[in-house]
Nanobody, 127 residues
Framework: QVQLVESGGGSVQPEESLRLSCEVS????????IGWFRQVPGKDRERVAC?????????YVSSVEGRFSINRDRNKKNLVYLQMNLLKPEDTGIYYC???????????????????WGKGTRVSVSS
């Protein structure tokens, strides 16, 4: 059974940082595409960052480019992080991680092929 558990959310002030973690069990991530998404009430879910694990390519929504970074833990292969720096109030939301299941190469798969989702972790940025 595949499970994803997010952690690391919290309440911070603008320009502070958070690191979100996504722990995946029941699935080898070597050929998966992992994505971080966020949801704000009243708005569509937004794809924030994606990583194609096998080739290391990453992709970000323009609003977080240069501030956020997605990576897989080099030692703990079932962990994927989202490092969020210089946080802004508009980054507030519930953050979910998701993964493909199978053999997927390329961040384009983040758009349509997410098979499993976590339950989310809340991020609040305000002064």
């Amino acid at each position: 059974q595949v499970q994803l558990v997010e952690s690391g959310g919290g309440s911070v002030q603008p320009e502070e940082s958070l690191r979100l973690s996504c722990e995946v069990s029941g699935l080898n991530l070597d050929f998966q595409v992992i994505g971080w998404f966020r949801q704000v009430p009243g708005k569509d879910r937004e794809r924030v960052a994606c990583i194609s694990v096998s080739d290391g390519y990453t992709e970000y929504v323009s609003s977080v480019e240069g501030r956020f970074s997605i990576n897989r833990d080099r030692n703990k292969k079932n962990l994927v992080y989202l490092q969020m720096n210089l946080l802004k109030p508009e980054d507030t939301g519930i953050y979910y991680c998701a993964t493909t299941s199978g053999i997927f190469i390329g961040t384009q798969h983040c758009r349509h092929n997410m098979a499993y989702w976590g339950k989310g972790t809340r991020v609040s940025v305000s002064s």
